[in-house]
Every structure is written in C-alpha cells, then in structure tokens.
C-alpha cells in the first residue's frame, strides 16, 4: 500500500509498504479522510519526539482516523462491526484492563498505544485498529467529519471539564479547530463566549460560529483588536472577569493570561500541547481569594459517543472548519501551507 512515512525530522517519504495484519481483537480499515494536526507538524519538524522508543521513525503519521472496515475478525460481530461499516478511530488505543482502564480513566492506561504516535496511523492506504476504539458512524456524516471526531472529542473534555453554567461569560483562547469547536459547544451551553486570537480570519469564522464578542490581541491594525483582555471582558460582563477560561494554544502567554483575566469562583481549563519546560507562575493568594478552579484536561475519556451524537444532530458545524484537503502525495505542500500559515488554512484532511 501506499504510506507517508516518517524516518525524522524533515523526513517523510510517500512510499509502497506492506499492508498491515490484524490481529484477532483488531480489524482493517481503509482510510477514507485522516485529519492533519497540529502535533503532524511538531513531529515533522523535530519539535516534538514521537512515541516510538528513540522518538523517530520509520512511522506513518495520522490519528484523526475515518475508515471503512474491509477485514473484519471473528470479534467484531460481537461490537457490532461488518466490513463495510464506516467507523471512526479512537487513536488512543487503552487496553481496557488495567486498573487505570477499570476506574474509568483512560488516558492513564499502563499499556496505551496510541494510533499515528506510537504505532502505524492513518497518512496511509489501510490500518489496523482494535475493535473496541473503532466506532461506527451515522450515514448522514460526512467522511471529513467522521476524522474529526477525534479533535473534536478533546474540545466536548475541556468544556465538560469547565463545568460551564448558562449566562457565564466564557473566554477561549486560539481559534483553531480546537478553540472554534469549543466557541459552538459552549453557546450550546447557554454561555456568552469571547474568542481570544491573532488571525483575523480565524477570528471572522469564530464570530459566524457563534462568538459574541472576538479579539485580535496582536495586531493593531485589526478592527477587533484590544489593548487590553480584562478591561474589555468587564466592559462586556457588567465590571466582572471572566467566568469560565478555556486555552486551546500553547501559548505560553495565553496560559498566563487566563489566571489574570479569570474572576471570582471562575474555572479555568487548560488543555493546550505546552513544551517539556514550560511555565506558569500561580499567584498563590489572589487565586485563593478568588476561589478560582484550575484544571488541566488531557485526551477525550469516555467522550466519544457524546461527540458522535453531537455530529449527528448538528450541533457542532465543521464546514467553516475543515478549509482544505490533500492527497498523500500532496501531503509535503499540505505541511508547508499549515507550517506557514498560507492561505487562510485552519484544517486539513488527507484522503488517500
């Protein structure tokens, strides 16, 4: 079959490899649609190792997954599989057994893999998953929007994480597919959201999506540029912080800038990839006075069913969202437009 493989940094070979072998709590899918993400790039470029012993490869990339099942084994009549089925993949492959996995929590699993990470994902013609972490998807969803239930899975943690009430006032920092998904489901809520970012564009598309209120914090020459976040948040919530704070970005900046513009009794739910030495200084007392929550929120446990009927019902749009798509042959220029932001990208989908 046909795969983009990763060897290292600047490295990634389109090439024929074998096709994979399912074991027998495994079945084969053809990939229809894998979603490209940000941390494709961080590999890519040597900003971040992948999962494999060394951190290199040979590794095919990919774990925003939708597929067809085309070998199913003698277990996935039991999930209710068939070949034929189009499924989403869970990439985070828990093994459902552990103590960590027997208390609910997932993302702690002792014997995780992990789909494009760990081992061999979606930038190619076919992979193998287990069966418990392929769900099938409703015919009325697209297969674009089938790879992104995975990204979108990780938005539905953060804002259950953020516990939000209807009427708060809710900030979310980085209008990426992250922080744009967060905007819909959090009006879904009943809040009143803002959207902190430095694109405009990206900033336009939150507003259509819903956002009360979008602020450029970097460029001057935007017309929704503001000075200053916590003078123009009290402007908009009657003198008072924000509620609820969610960052999608691991910007440093954006981390810090949470603790200040977030008010009494808020929440604040940080969920953005930060690098091995980064840092947040907490001031102790005025957080303490504050009542404040503070919550890292990791993965997407058990949230996958939830996000699938979100989908479903449209109560998510990923039409403004999933702006542009490549073949795996195309995948080189696909890095370079994310990497430098060309053409007004936001989300990409290879399709094999």
Same mark, same amino acid.
């Given at each position: 079959?046909?795969?983009?493989?990763? !060897?290292?940094?600047?490295?990634?070979?389109?090439?024929?490899?074998?096709?994979?072998?399912?074991?027998?709590d495994?079945?084969?899918?053809?990939?229809?649609?894998?979603?490209?993400?940000?941390?494709?790039?961080? !590999?890519?470029?040597?900003?971040?190792?992948?999962?494999?012993?060394?951190?290199?490869?040979?590794?095919?990339?990919?774990?925003?997954?939708?597929?067809?099942?085309?070998?199913?084994?003698?277990?996935?009549?039991?999930?209710?599989?068939?070949?034929?089925?189009?499924?989403?993949?869970?990439?985070v492959?828990?093994?459902?057994?552990?103590?960590?996995?027997?208390?609910?929590?997932?993302?702690?699993?002792?014997?995780?893999?992990?789909?494009?990470?760990t081992?061999?994902?979606?930038?190619?013609?076919?992979?193998?998953?287990?069966?418990?972490?392929?769900?099938?998807i409703?015919?009325?969803?697209?297969?674009?929007?089938?790879?992104?239930v995975?990204?979108?899975?990780?938005?539905?943690?953060?804002?259950?994480?953020?516990?939000?009430?209807?009427?708060?006032?809710a900030?979310?920092?980085?209008?990426?597919?992250?922080?744009?998904?967060?905007?819909?489901?959090?009006?879904?809520?009943?809040?009143?959201?803002?959207?902190?970012?430095?694109?405009?564009y990206?900033?336009?598309?939150?507003?259509?999506?819903?956002?009360?209120?979008?602020?450029?914090?970097?460029?001057q020459?935007?017309p929704?540029?503001?000075?200053?976040?916590?003078?123009?948040?009290?402007?908009?919530?009657?003198g008072?912080?924000?509620?609820r704070?969610?960052?999608?970005?691991?910007?440093v900046?954006?981390?810090?800038?949470?603790?200040?513009?977030?008010?009494?009794?808020?929440?604040?739910?940080?969920?953005?990839?930060?690098?091995?030495?980064?840092a947040?200084?907490?001031?102790?007392?005025?957080?303490?006075?504050?009542?404040?929550?503070?919550?890292?929120?990791l993965?997407y446990?058990?949230?996958?069913?939830?996000?699938?009927?979100?989908?479903?019902?449209?109560?998510?749009?990923?039409?403004q969202?999933?702006?542009?798509?490549?073949?795996?042959?195309?995948?080189?220029?696909?890095?370079?437009?994310?990497?430098?932001?060309?053409?007004?990208?936001?989300?990409?989908?290879i399709?094999p």
């Open positions: 079959m046909k795969a983009a493989v990763f !060897y290292e940094a600047e490295d990634l070979r389109v090439e024929n490899v074998p096709e994979p072998d399912a074991a027998a495994e079945v084969i899918v053809k990939v229809l649609a894998c979603g490209f993400c940000g941390s494709d790039v961080e !590999y890519y470029y040597g900003k971040s190792p992948v999962g494999t012993a060394d951190g290199k490869g040979p590794l095919v990339l990919g774990h925003e997954i939708c597929g067809e099942v085309v070998h199913a084994g003698n277990l996935a009549e039991q999930y209710g599989l068939a070949e034929g089925d189009r499924v989403a993949l869970n990439p492959q828990s093994c459902n057994a552990c103590n960590a996995c027997r208390a609910g929590k997932l993302q702690f699993c002792e014997n995780l893999t992990v789909l494009g990470v081992m061999n994902g979606g930038f190619a013609e076919y992979v193998n998953t287990k069966i418990a972490h392929a769900y099938k409703p015919e009325s969803l697209t297969n674009e929007q089938g790879a992104f995975e990204m979108l899975s990780s938005a539905v943690y953060s804002v259950k994480r953020s516990e939000v009430e209807p009427e708060n006032f900030v979310v920092y980085g209008p990426g597919p992250v922080g744009l998904s967060m905007v819909q489901l959090l009006k879904n809520e009943g809040a009143r959201v803002a959207l902190i970012g430095t694109r405009d990206r900033l336009g598309i939150g507003k259509s999506l819903g956002a009360d209120h979008v602020w450029n914090v970097r460029d020459g935007s929704h540029y503001v000075p200053d976040v916590g003078q123009a948040i009290m402007d908009a919530n009657g008072a912080l924000a509620d704070v969610l960052v999608a970005t691991a910007s900046e954006a981390n810090q800038q949470a603790l200040e513009i977030s008010g009494n009794g808020s929440t604040v739910v940080l969920m953005g990839l930060a690098g091995p030495d980064d947040i200084s907490v001031p102790l007392l005025s957080n303490l006075y504050q009542d404040k929550t503070i919550r890292f929120s993965l446990p058990l949230q996958w069913p939830k996000t699938l009927r979100l989908l479903e019902d449209a109560k998510v749009d990923t039409s969202i999933i702006t542009h798509s490549a073949t795996l042959d195309g995948i080189a220029g696909a890095l370079e437009r994310v990497l430098n932001r060309e053409d007004e990208v936001v989300k990409t989908v399709t």
